[in-house]
Structure formats: C-alpha cells, structure tokens
C-alpha cells in the first residue's frame, strides 16, 4: 500500500521558521519526482516546489514565484523522504501542506501527480 505521510506542521509567529517532512512507503520512490502543495481555506490547492529524482543532471530543484527563496526542497532517496524547510514564513503561506509524488517533472500542475498525503496544517500568526 503506497503511502505519503506528512509531518512537522504546526502553529508559528510571522517570520519564524517550520520544517516538513513526508515519509513515503509501498514502493520505491526514487523515480519519482517528490512535490509539496498547499491549500488554504477558501482557496484552490496551490504549486509549492517540486525536487526531482535522484540522478537527474540538471537544476533538480522548481519553487512557486511566492515561497523562491524563503522554501528549500530535499530528498534523501535512501529514506524515501522528502522535507520542506520554511523560514521567514508569512500570515499568508497558512495553509493545509500536502506531500505528492509524480513522474514529471518540472511541473506544478496538481493533476500530474500521481500519489498524495493527507496533508498537515501550518498556522503563520501575525
């Protein structure tokens, strides 16, 4: 049974800093692009940043316009994890987290990923 659990969210003041986790299990990952979304309430589930699998020569690494340098994406293939490092988060990255895995890549198109998690709220206060 393939599985994407997130961990890590939680409530944070404006500028200050939260990491994500998502462990994957059920398959081997490693060939598939891993990709974090976000959806806030009211609001369409949103493109975060993407990293490509492992061996992948080029730029291995795609962000939003609005978390580019505040988010960086890692991998560690050998876990089959996948983690998001957030700093000086904002009232308005509030939002449910979700972790996703597909084969394309580079791609912020939701529909292109094949398996999600549940997702795990993160709270930016002001």
């Known amino acids: 049974q393939v599985q994407l659990v997130e961990s890590g969210g939680g409530l944070v003041q404006a500028g200050g800093s939260l990491r994500l986790s998502c462990a994957a299990s059920?398959?081997?990952?490693?060939?598939?692009?891993m990709g974090w979304f976000r959806q806030a309430p009211g609001k369409e589930r949103e493109f975060a940043a993407v990293?490509?699998?492992?061996?992948?020569?080029?730029?291995?690494?795609y962000y939003a316009d609005s978390v580019k340098g505040r988010f960086t994406i890692s991998r560690d293939s050998a876990k089959n994890t996948v983690s998001l490092q957030m700093n000086s988060l904002k009232p308005e990255d509030t939002a449910v987290y979700y972790c996703?895995?597909?084969?394309?890549?580079?791609?912020?198109?939701?529909?292109?990923?094949?398996?999600w998690g549940q997702g795990t709220q993160v709270t930016v206060s002001s």
């Open positions: 996703a895995a597909g084969r394309v890549y580079p791609t912020a198109a939701a529909f292109q990923y094949d398996y």
């Open positions: 059920g398959r081997d990952f490693s060939n598939y692009v």
């Open positions: 990293v490509s699998w492992s061996g992948w020569s080029g730029n291995n690494t």
